[in-house]
């Protein structure tokens, strides 16, 4: 009984002190395990790498049909040398002709690694579109690129040309938004937040890509209708919340799904409603297409968010670089959570001098230079860039 009697002061306040702090760690692990957010995804995108020449450009039209307004004698030359020259340069790859949906001739060339990319015909240009690409791939991928794509298709006489072509470029609904509805939901209002960046910025084409700006002004109050709808089905989803969170990443990501399939479907049918060009498809042709992330026959891994108000990057280190600052972007967006207000504004009306200005703060917020984007600018952005004490280095 003593020696009990003398324990017990010792044993006590020893069981209780490091009981309470293995209940706090536990019920602190718990807390954070539920409401943090999940690992961020590596953002996956697609690439559509255009280059023309003026030979090609004037070359007749073998089919004069409307499922093909791309063939022409120079092209099929064109793809064939150059599907030639990359056989023979890389012994390793499999280079096979195939026939697309129209039955145009194209070559698929796969690399080693598995990585493939296609060379295409589309109309004036050949067209490299390829399997998704991620940010890590960037020391593998970008020497393939650059080389096989841009070097090999100079050496034809073939070049990235602002004017004529496009850069498209695909984000994967799985692999660069995770499913996510408010993520993406954050992205479409901040790329709306911008009409700059493709009305101005990279790229002038209100024919192929109107941005939100360029629709009607019922179709931007039709957008900001859809988006208070959209909130609302967010909050009563509980978007965000520890029980959003405590979904099985299944059951998280199907649900996700079918909110951005609501919201793409919604600015489908009530601000697409026209273009600015009759002969081209309304769903297709604008800045932000949604195209293949409605379309129902496609597998949710296969769903892309298309940015079309690009023009042709000159180099893959600047096709990298724009990888990088949607990548960035998204990283921001995912950070900052909430709901991004819609403030919509005429770009049209400001000064070159202010779309710099607002160029240089959109990449000052995902702490990215202005300098490294000389080469994918419009030139009349470009000059004040260089008048930009903090751009100076563009000369």
């Given at each position: 009984m003593g020696l009990l009697n003398k324990s017990v002061p010792f044993f006590?306040?020893?069981?209780?002190?490091?009981?309470?702090?293995?209940?706090?760690?536990?019920?602190?692990?718990s807390f954070y395990s539920f409401a943090q957010l999940p690992p961020t995804p590596e953002a996956g995108f697609g690439m559509e790498v255009t280059v023309t020449s003026r030979v090609l450009r004037n070359s007749p039209l073998l089919r004069k049909t409307k499922d093909d307004d791309t063939t022409t004698a120079k092209g099929l030359e064109l793809i064939e040398k150059l599907a030639q020259k990359i056989q023979k340069a890389c012994r390793r790859c499999i280079v096979e002709s195939r026939l697309d949906k129209w039955e145009i001739p194209s070559y698929v060339v796969t690399f080693p690694s598995g990585w493939w990319f296609a060379i295409t015909l589309d109309p004036d240009v050949l067209e490299f579109v390829a399997a998704p690409i991620h940010s890590s791939d960037k020391k593998q991928l970008l020497p393939l690129i650059q080389k096989y794509i841009y070097d090999f298709s100079a050496q034809l006489g073939l070049h990235p040309e602002r004017v004529h072509g496009g850069g498209h470029i695909h984000l994967g609904i799985e692999s660069a938004f995770d499913f996510d509805p408010l993520l993406f939901r954050n992205f479409i209002v901040d790329q709306f937040n911008h009409p700059e960046l493709s009305g101005k910025i990279f790229a002038i084409d209100p024919d192929s890509a109107p941005t939100i700006m360029e629709r009607k002004g019922s179709e931007r109050k039709a957008f900001?209708?859809?988006?208070?709808?959209?909130?609302?089905?967010?909050?009563?989803?509980?978007?965000?919340?520890?029980?959003?969170?405590?979904?099985?990443?299944?059951?998280?990501?199907?649900?996700?799904?079918?909110?951005?399939?609501?919201?793409?479907?919604?600015?489908?049918?009530?601000?697409?409603?026209?273009?600015?060009?009759?002969?081209?498809?309304?769903?297709k042709s604008q800045a932000w297409s949604f195209v293949r992330v409605t379309n129902r026959e496609l597998k949710p891994?296969?769903?892309?968010?298309?940015?079309?108000?690009?023009?042709?990057?000159?180099?893959?280190?600047?096709?990298?670089?724009?990888?990088?600052?949607?990548?960035?972007?998204?990283?921001?967006?995912?950070?900052?959570?909430g709901f991004i207000p819609f403030i919509p504004y005429n770009y049209a009306e400001a000064s070159n001098k202010e779309l710099s200005m607002f160029f240089l703060e959109y990449l000052e917020e995902i702490h990215m230079k202005a300098?490294?984007?000389?080469?994918?600018?419009?030139?009349?952005?470009?000059?004040w860039l260089q008048l930009t004490k903090s751009c100076s280095i563009l000369n």
């Open positions: 006590v306040p020893l069981f209780t002190k490091w009981t309470g702090l293995c209940l706090a760690f536990a019920l602190l692990f900001q209708g859809i988006l208070a709808k959209f909130d609302q089905k967010l909050i009563e989803a509980g978007i965000h919340t520890v029980d959003w969170w405590r979904l099985s990443r299944k059951a998280r990501h199907q649900r996700g799904l079918d909110l951005i399939l609501w919201f793409a479907d919604q600015i489908e049918k009530e601000v697409y409603t026209s273009t600015t060009n009759k002969g081209w498809e309304k769903d891994e296969q769903l892309t968010l298309e940015s079309r108000g690009l023009s042709p990057q000159p180099s893959a280190k600047d096709l990298f670089l724009m990888f990088e600052m949607y990548s960035t972007r998204l990283h921001l967006l995912r950070e900052k959570g300098q490294d984007f000389k080469n994918l600018v419009d030139s009349r952005v470009r000059y």
